[in-house]
Antibody, heavy 118, light 108 residues
């Protein structure tokens, strides 16, 4: 059974940092691009970042470039999102999602809530 | 690259059919459009319902179908059931923003 389990969310002050993790199981992790998608409270879905199978190609939405870094550890079947310089507008549930090609996401984690507030 | 536009709401009675549109699809990859649709119930993660415009993942009822015409993709839910009440998002490879704004489907 495919499982994606996010962790690492929480309450942080503006300007602070958090590192999100996504533990993958039930499928060959190294065969898939992986993504982070977020959803602000009461709002729609927003793609945040993706990473290719060996981690040497990464893409980020413009609003997080220079602040967020996506990475993966294939030996540990894990995906990460390092978030620095957090802003109030980064408050959202962050989902990791498996990409089966052309930005199609067939499995999603349950999400982890990041709240940026003073 | 265009933004994807969805109606904010749609509704239908049990047993009826409802179609949700997603405008702003542009041709890509040899004129093939990679459009997907996601269902999201409150407090839950999104679920893939349709991909590559018309394909259904295993386990998705055949009441859900996808189509496209020109720059518009559509999701049709036939034989509406109470559990179909949810938010629905389209997504298109190559769009300026991957996801549409979402449509809240209400089963009356």
């Amino acid at each position: 059974e495919v499982q994606l389990v996010e962790s690492g969310g929480g309450l942080v002050q503006p300007g602070g940092s958090l590192r999100l993790s996504c533990a993958a199981s039930g499928f060959p992790f190294t065969n898939y691009w992986m993504n982070w998608v977020r959803q602000a409270p009461g709002k729609g879905l927003e793609w945040v970042a993706n990473i290719n199978i060996d981690g040497n190609e990464k893409n980020l939405v413009d609003s997080v470039k220079g602040r967020f870094t996506i990475s993966r550890d294939n030996a540990k079947n894990s995906l990460f999102l390092q978030m620095n310089g957090l802003r109030v507008e980064d408050t959202a549930v962050y989902y990791c999602a498996r990409n089966i090609g052309f930005e199609t996401f067939d499995f999603w984690g349950q999400g982890t809530l990041v709240t940026v507030s003073s | 690259q265009s933004a994807l536009t969805q109606p904010p709401s749609a509704s239908g009675s049990p047993g009826q059919s409802v179609t949700i549109s997603c405008t702003g699809i542009s041709s890509d990859i040899g004129n093939y459009k990679y459009v997907s649709w996601y269902q999201q119930h409150p407090g839950k993660a999104p679920k893939l319902m349709i991909y590559e415009v018309t394909k259904r993942p295993s386990g998705v009822p055949d009441r859900f179908s996808g189509s496209e015409s020109g720059n518009t993709a559509s999701l049709t839910v036939s034989g509406l059931q109470a559990e179909d009440e949810a938010d629905y998002y389209c997504a298109a490879f190559g769009a300026s923003q991957l996801f549409g704004g979402g449509t809240k489907l209400t089963v009356l």
